[in-house]
């Protein structure tokens, strides 16, 4: 139909409707439209990621260019950073899990209270590093999708302390020992059992354990966006130490709230580098929504950064770590949660 039928089309609908009347009851009603969930409300949310200490909420609030001074040391290690950047793929990985538990017995609150008890655990060790607790989810959820058996919540703990164990020998200089974690399963598995189920995670996973975890995707989205902001800024930590303060507060703060979306098994539904990238944005608004003083352009550098690796379904995202953000945390994860001293 051109536009030009339509006033022929209303006047032959006005002959209908007097020939043969239409009732009220048979007029269709208009379909409501769904609520718009407003992802950046600050209202009932039980778990505030924002942990600054004095001198971290004195760094966000200044506005001096340059009111510190890095030592050699920390500027080398600046650079260092800084030239890291190349070596990094030019994609983002990705690794998606979410039929993990499609083909067994195991209940997915239990699952998340394994992953809360494990990072629970690793707050207590200052030797752990940040990834270990994230590539332990990956390869307990790689597991379950490759297993063929069907696993049960008895299986569950051997399952979740031997994941541990194999990251924490990829990624820790000091790994855990097998008497710590005899120790921390409250001595319900040995230490044969225990490498009898490392072995067969390692058959079932091809003995591949260097694998996409929600912390590689943060770390290289972290360090891509301080390459980037620095190289649009045209300037270095010497002449702007308090770029990169900044950058630390918002890491520290945006990886605080990756550890407690990455407990949810429903996160598996979306790509790592999805929820990797939604955490920093997230952070960020909240933090503008603080008041805090934060550095210029920094949202529109992290969206050519989107753009760039293809990182797809974030506003979908946003709104799940809305609705996380308003559940009432239990006692274990607030423990858990309560530990924010991570490295830059």
Same mark, same amino acid.
């Given at each position: 139909m051109y536009f030009s039928d339509i006033t022929n089309f209303e006047k032959s609908f006005r002959n209908i409707q007097t020939k043969s009347p239409?009732?009220?009851?048979? +007029?269709?009603? *208009? $379909?409501?439209?769904?609520?718009?969930?407003?992802?950046?409300? *600050?209202?009932?949310?039980? &778990?505030? !990621?924002?942990?600054?200490?004095?001198?971290?909420?004195? +760094?966000?609030?200044?506005?001096? #260019?340059? $009111?510190?001074?890095? %030592?050699?040391?920390?500027?080398?290690? !600046? &650079?260092?950073?800084?030239?890291?950047?190349?070596?990094? $793929?030019?994609?983002?990985?990705?690794?998606? *899990?979410?039929? %993990?538990?499609?083909?067994? %017995?195991?209940?997915?609150?239990?699952?998340?209270?394994?992953?809360?008890?494990?990072?629970?655990?690793? #707050? %207590?060790?200052?030797?752990? #590093?940040n990834e270990t607790y994230f590539l332990t989810i990956s390869i307990f959820d790689r597991f379950l999708q490759k297993y063929p058996y069907n696993l049960s919540n008895k299986e569950l703990l051997t399952i979740g302390i031997s994941c541990l164990s194999l990251a924490s020998k990829q990624k820790d200089i000091y790994c855990l020992t097998s008497q710590q974690l005899v120790q921390l399963s409250g001595k319900k598995i040995t230490e044969d059992q225990l490498a009898k189920c490392q072995f067969q995670i390692l058959k079932t996973i091809q003995y591949q354990i260097e694998m996409p975890n929600y912390f590689r995707n943060f770390d290289y989205i972290m360090r891509d966006l301080e390459f980037r902001y620095y190289k649009v800024k045209g300037s270095n930590i010497v002449n702007n130490s308090l770029m990169k303060m900044k950058l630390q507060a918002i890491y520290k703060c945006s990886l605080n709230l990756l550890r407690f979306v990455s407990q949810y098994y429903d996160t598996t539904l979306f790509h790592q580098s999805t929820i990797a990238y939604s955490c920093i944005f997230y952070t960020i608004k909240r933090m503008e929504q603080m008041n805090y003083r934060q550095l210029g352009d920094l949202i529109a550098v992290l969206v050519q950064i989107q753009n760039d690796n293809e990182i797809e379904n974030m506003e979908m995202a946003l709104r799940y770590i809305y609705r996380l953000c308003q559940i009432q945390l239990n006692q274990k994860q607030q423990e858990f949660l309560s530990q924010t001293d991570f490295k830059y």
């Open positions: 239409i009732s009220q009851n048979t +007029i269709p009603v *208009t $379909p409501m439209k769904k609520h718009q969930v407003n992802y950046m409300d *600050t209202q009932n949310l039980q &778990f505030e !990621w924002i942990q600054l200490d004095d001198f971290e909420q004195e +760094i966000m609030n200044e506005s001096d #260019s340059n $009111p510190f001074q890095y %030592s050699y040391y920390e500027q080398t290690q !600046w &650079f260092q950073n800084y030239h890291l950047h190349f070596s990094y $793929p030019l994609k983002l990985d990705h690794m998606n *899990t979410q039929e %993990s538990l499609k083909h067994h %017995s195991i209940c997915e609150f239990k699952r998340n209270k394994l992953l809360c008890l494990i990072g629970y655990v690793l #707050s %207590s060790y200052d030797n752990t #590093s």
